[in-house]
């Protein structure tokens, strides 16, 4: 296992509502659990050292944006949350080269499109049911996402 590979599953963890994974290969084992919501802990047992090296950089990666959440959790009082109606992946955009639906500043009025999830190789528009700001975009591009999960933040 490389490192962007430990990186990735670091993600998909943070981003999910698993509060641990288990991997083992070989002479290989890797953990990661997640607590709180806020941090991780990543935990591995004899491998090479290239792999030491990448879960050494990967947990402090956790750590600091596990802090820099904090401070909008703290602002988020008066935000609405646009959450998932369904399971499928998510799309910023109509399509590969077109611009995406809308970005962190645009204006959304109730009804406006913000994004496509893909379900069964069907593409649900999303619409927004506040009219406010987008103030952040929980979800990268093409990420699958789970029923009832945040996708933007919105300041009515």
Not at 13 to 30: A, W
Not at 100 to 108: A, Q
Not at 121 to 128: P, Q, R, V
Request: a negative charge.
């Amino acid at each position: 296992m490389d490192f962007k590979q430990i990186q990735e599953l670091v993600k998909m963890v943070n981003k999910s509502n698993i509060s641990e994974l288990s991997i083992e290969q070989d002479t290989f084992k890797i953990t990661i659990k997640q607590k709180d919501n806020e941090t991780q802990q990543v935990f591995a047992m004899p491998m090479t050292a290239p792999v030491q090296q990448a879960v050494a950089q990967a947990v402090p990666q956790v750590a600091v944006a596990a802090d820099a959440a904090k401070p909008a959790e703290a602002k988020a009082d008066n935000l609405v949350t646009i959450k998932s109606p369904m399971i499928g992946t998510f799309y910023r955009s109509p399509g590969p080269d077109k611009p995406s639906f809308v970005n962190v500043g645009d204006e959304v009025t109730s009804g406006k499109v913000v994004c496509i999830i893909e379900a069964m190789k069907l593409f649900n528009e999303i619409e927004s049911e506040v009219s406010g700001k987008i103030v952040k975009v929980l979800v990268d591009d093409a990420s699958p996402v789970e029923y009832d999960q945040p996708l933007f933040l919105v300041e009515p």
